[in-house]
């Protein structure tokens, strides 16, 4: 019998407990170290660093960048930076990261900030992981607290299911499933109702410019 398991990421408690628990060893994902040091992906660094130089030469406004984790593309964000994610021990980290600025643990669907808060919302690798209704609120939220919008996320690869639940193995060998998307460029702007910023083998991103109502 197939068990078909129903999208589910951000409201997730066994995702939640994954991300926390991933928090020190998260960056192995974007150096290669660790379990990621056996995988086969060629160009890889060389489109980590071009995504670091796409968000290190985005204009110097106030960004909120939604679902920070360790801080890894925050800490390149420039102006006044303020990372939020809802697990302790990502904020942790990333705050050590971000000496002018602040990390704070929160929730991305339910943001505590003000209308207009931020001229960005910045968000790398959640996007992506969220089911359709949880991308309505994020959406919606984005545009409550900012006039912009940056979205980087992962890439649709050949023989790569464009959505599918993951098993992820981390460093202590313990098994955990997480909600994924991949998407072309072409079709992540058009989702978001954006541009296209950035259009690799690896990563993608669009950005967003909400009209004033
Ligand atoms: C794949 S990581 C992305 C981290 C980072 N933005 C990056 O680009 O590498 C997804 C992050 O989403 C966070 N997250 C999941 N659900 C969330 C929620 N409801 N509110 C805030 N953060 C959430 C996780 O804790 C995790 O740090």
Excluded at 194 to 205: M, N
Aim: net charge negative; hydrophobic share 45%.
């Amino acid at each position: 019998m197939v068990v078909v398991q129903t999208p589910a990421f951000a409201a997730d408690q066994a995702t939640g407990l994954y991300y926390e628990k991933r928090a020190g060893e998260y960056d192995e994902w974007y150096t290669s170290k660790g379990l990621f040091a056996a995988r086969d992906r060629l160009g890889w660094d060389s489109e980590v660093a071009q995504v670091v130089e796409l968000v290190a030469n985005l204009p110097p406004v106030r960004t909120l960048d939604v679902a920070c984790g360790t801080g890894f593309l925050t800490q390149h964000l420039r102006g006044y930076v303020v990372g939020l994610d809802q697990s302790p021990a990502m904020v942790t980290i990333a705050q050590s990261r971000l000496p002018t600025g602040l990390a704070v643990v929160g929730d991305a669907l339910h943001l505590l900030v003000a209308d207009s808060a931020f001229d960005r919302v910045f968000t790398g690798h959640f996007y992506g992981h969220l089911p359709p209704k949880d991308r309505e609120a994020f959406m919606s939220e984005a545009r409550r607290v900012a006039s912009e919008l940056v979205v980087v996320d992962s890439a649709c690869r050949p023989g790569v299911d464009s959505e599918q639940w993951q098993e992820r193995v981390l460093n202590d060998g313990s098994r955990h499933k997480v909600f994924k998307r991949y998407f072309t460029a072409d079709q992540l702007a058009a989702e978001v109702e954006g541009e296209t910023l950035f259009d690799g083998d690896w990563f993608v991103a669009a950005k967003v410019q909400f009209l004033v109502d």
